[in-house]
């Protein structure tokens, strides 16, 4: 009887000390601020949900490699931070984005949304269906995104393309990825996804707001 209320009472003492452990044995560290650069849209599309390769309205769909952008959404201690909205947005596969600030943007694809938005899933998911990025003059590959949480936190930062010769050139790259925590939270692993879509591509990123 002694030993079975000793051993409740353990494993009672485990059971409280858990959520402290499980913060420190996730360590993680906040996806780094990035600049929002030139191309933030000044007006949003019609349709900007997340699937940026069908523009709503449109038979055809935009030129490129399709890429599935999905992940969770979590806060320094690994919990899904509920309520976040995450927007993305990127240049169509000649590099143009749909700006007024960019240069021969008449050239643009029109069946590209260019971006897209969406509130994470109650378990902090969050998905797009877009195109793998390109690199336009003075830039590797890399997709804009941005984090509102219901809180009120802002986070603006990109993600880059794993293994892209360009991004060691690339000085935006550079100061993001400055340690290996770092540059995970920003290099894409792309992986073929003939499960999801034939001749896709896949990732999963998740974004750590601090
Ligand atoms: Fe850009």
Known sequence: MK??????LLAGA???LLPLHSTFAAGLIATPAQTEGPFYPTAFPADMDNDLVQVRGQAAQAMGTVLHLEGRVLDLNGRPV???LVEIWQCDAQGVYDHPRQPGRDRRDTAFQGYGRMIVTADGRYTF???KPVA???RTPHIHFKVATSTGGLLTSQ???AGEPGNERDGIFRAAARDPRQREL???KLAPAPGV???ALATKMDIVVG
């Open 136 to 138: 336009y003059p003075g």
């Open 159 to 161: 993600f880059y393309i």
């Open 14 to 16: 485990g059971a409280s």
């Open 186 to 188: 920003v290099e894409m």
């Open 197 to 199: 879509e034939a001749g």
């Open 129 to 131: 269906r877009t195109l």
């Open 3 to 8: 030993t079975s209320s000793r051993r409740l």
């Open 82 to 84: 509920d309520g976040a």
